[in-house]
């Protein structure tokens, strides 16, 4: 890892269980560590980690990644929690009025851009395990992060033109490596 990073930030956090960066946080020293967790559950758990851990300059956001600051209609499913309206991975693998059935499970969350994480400290290592929702954040981001991490969900027509999309990103901005899947 290039002793440059100052930031790191991870989209999409989940849990004690699935975050990526929180075990990162917990044996590296970097100037600040930024979550961001739409759900509640998920993010409440990741936040006593944290607490837990003792781990100094973090910051946990209960929101939701997007093009505005708000709020925004999350489906609340857990690890595939998603934005109404978001490309998601777990939309793009069923039927259109498939959504219908999940609107019991519809909560409203604040949504936050990246320009507002951006005013604490500019994103040096950018972790993006959002579900699909990547373009969201790299469409607003001004930082021009050394490292950026994310995965890649392959399993139909949809998830791979989102790949392809988020590839052409970064090779447009100079970026090059491997996305995981």
Same mark, same amino acid.
């Given at each position: 890892?290039?002793?440059?990073?100052?930031?790191?930030?991870?989209?999409? $956090?989940?849990?004690?269980?699935?975050?990526?960066? %929180?075990?990162?946080?917990?044996? /590296?020293?970097?100037?600040? &560590?930024? &979550?961001? *967790?739409?759900?509640? %559950? %998920?993010?409440?758990?990741?936040?006593?980690?944290?607490?837990?851990?003792?781990?100094?300059?973090?910051?946990?956001?209960?929101?939701?990644?997007?093009?505005?600051?708000?709020?925004?209609?999350?489906?609340?499913?857990?690890?595939?929690?998603?934005?109404?309206?978001?490309?998601?991975?777990?939309?793009?693998?069923?039927?259109?009025?498939?959504? $219908? &059935?999940?609107?019991?499970?519809?909560?409203?969350?604040?949504?936050? /851009?990246?320009?507002?994480?951006?005013? *604490?400290?500019?994103?040096?290592?950018?972790?993006?395990?959002?579900?699909? /929702? *990547?373009?969201? $954040?790299?469409?607003?981001?001004?930082?021009?992060?050394?490292?950026?991490?994310?995965?890649?969900? %392959?399993?139909?027509?949809?998830?791979?033109?989102?790949?392809? *999309?988020?590839?052409?990103?970064?090779?447009?901005?100079?970026y090059q490596g491997n996305l995981l899947e």
């Amino acid at each position: 890892m290039p002793t440059s990073i100052h930031h790191a930030v991870e989209i999409g $956090a989940g849990d004690r269980y699935s975050s990526q960066l %929180l075990q990162v946080a917990r044996t /590296t020293i970097i100037d600040r &560590f930024t &979550f961001v *967790e739409p759900n509640y %559950l %998920l993010a409440g758990d990741l936040g006593d980690a944290i607490r837990d851990a003792t781990i100094p300059n973090s910051t946990l956001h209960g929101a939701a990644i997007g093009p505005r600051t708000g709020t925004a209609d999350l489906i609340h499913m857990g690890y595939a929690s998603y934005v109404v309206g978001a490309p998601s991975f777990l939309n793009t693998s069923v039927e259109p009025e498939g959504e $219908a &059935f999940w609107k019991p499970l519809v909560g409203t969350v604040p949504m936050i /851009t990246m320009g507002q994480i951006e005013k *604490e400290l500019p994103i040096d290592w950018l972790c993006l395990t959002c579900n699909g /929702t *990547e373009r969201w $954040a790299l469409q607003s981001m001004t930082s021009r992060p050394v490292y950026i991490q994310t995965a890649a969900y %392959l399993h139909n027509q949809k998830q791979i033109a989102i790949y392809r *999309e988020l590839v052409d990103w970064m090779t447009g901005h100079g970026y090059q490596g491997n996305l995981l899947e």
